[in-house]
């Protein structure tokens, strides 16, 4: 049987502008309908930020619960909510969405780090604690983003101690200022610092899209694609949309001879 790769789409993120691409969605109907049309391309999962009515990022549990409804009225993709989609949200902004919606999964920043060379991106010990231990409660699995080798040192601490539960699930974020390059080399030694049985899926911020999609496909791992990461499509040429990006994930999986994985596909391959 061919093995199936699960693409996730980030959509929004909470950085991008329709400056910097008209075509990008940041209303909840916007988000919703291009969620949908994204599933149709090929995405099991969609990783979702939520933005103000001034376009800013925000934590805002309404945003999120208006979004969520609108998409599950369309499809059963499975539903991946940011835990830090605003850097001046509180602990309980971060997760008072969790509670309400309660997502099949959420993000999971395993440690601090300087973020675009000019602010903070904190996710203090207890923090990570109390997340963890709501995550459990509300039956959300952690998506474990890691930003370099350190957060994974970090997830394995969390993991004895009980406030992660394996088997664990990755998303290494490749490229962001502060954090590790878009590199291979990167990926490679990433991917073998994760305890045995972990699933994992790989992103490349910017110009490291494309190799690191196609790096994570060859070596077996699952891939995220959108506008979060990437506005581009090509070099200087703007996304059309985020089921542009989608296609061709699917297009790239095909020709790897895997098959792209459906939302219940997903959902066997995640455990959720």
């Known amino acids: 049987m061919a093995?199936?790769?699960?693409?996730?789409?980030?959509?929004?993120?909470?950085?991008?502008s329709k400056k910097d691409n008209p075509n990008l969605p940041?209303?909840?109907?916007?988000?919703?309908?291009?969620?949908?049309?994204?599933?149709?391309?090929?995405?099991?999962?969609?990783h979702l930020h939520m933005r103000d009515d001034e376009g800013k990022g925000t934590m805002d549990t309404k945003k999120f619960e208006e979004t969520v409804k609108r998409i599950k009225e369309m499809c059963d993709i499975v539903i991946n909510c940011t835990t830090s989609g605003d850097l001046n949200a509180t602990d309980e902004t971060r997760q008072a969405h969790l509670r309400?919606?309660?997502?099949?999964?959420?993000?999971y920043d395993c440690g601090s780090m300087n973020w675009q060379h000019n602010s903070l991106f904190i996710n203090h010990p207890k923090f990570l604690e109390e997340l963890g231990k709501t995550m459990q409660e509300?039956?959300?699995k952690p998506e474990i983003e890691i930003f370099?080798?350190?957060?994974?040192?970090n997830?394995?601490?969390?993991?004895?101690?009980?406030?992660?539960?394996?088997?664990?699930?990755?998303?290494?974020?490749?490229?962001?200022?502060?954090?590790?390059?878009a590199t291979v080399e990167n990926l490679?030694?990433?991917?073998?610092?994760?305890?045995?049985?972990?699933?994992?899926?790989a992103l490349g911020?910017?110009?490291?899209?494309?190799?690191?999609?196609?790096?994570?496909?060859?070596?077996?791992?699952?891939?995220?694609?959108?506008?979060?990461?990437?506005?581009?499509?090509?070099?200087?040429?703007?996304?059309?949309?985020?089921?542009?990006?989608?296609?061709?994930a699917a297009d790239f999986i095909r020709l790897a001879g895997n098959e792209v994985a459906t939302s219940a596909d997903a959902r066997e391959i995640l455990g959720i």
């Open 100 to 107: 309400s919606i309660r997502p099949e999964l959420a993000s």
């Open 205 to 248: 911020v910017g110009k490291g899209h494309v190799p690191i999609l196609m790096a994570a496909i060859a070596m077996g791992g699952h891939v995220r694609v959108g506008m979060e990461d990437n506005v581009y499509y090509a070099p200087g040429v703007l996304a059309e949309s985020n089921a542009q990006l989608v296609n061709r």
């Open 138 to 140: 509300c039956g959300v």
């Open 155 to 181: 997830s394995t601490y969390y993991l004895k101690k009980g406030i992660l539960k394996a088997p664990l699930h990755y998303q290494f974020v490749l490229g962001a200022a502060g954090g590790s390059a």
């Open 26 to 46: 940041l209303t909840p109907q916007e988000i919703a309908e291009d969620v949908y049309k994204c599933y149709q391309a090929g995405a099991a999962v969609c």
């Open 148 to 153: 370099d080798a350190g957060m994974i040192y």
């Open 3 to 16: 093995k199936k790769t699960i693409i996730t789409v980030a959509t929004t993120g909470a950085w991008p």
């Open 188 to 201: 490679c030694y990433l991917k073998n610092l994760i305890p045995e049985g972990s699933t994992w899926s």
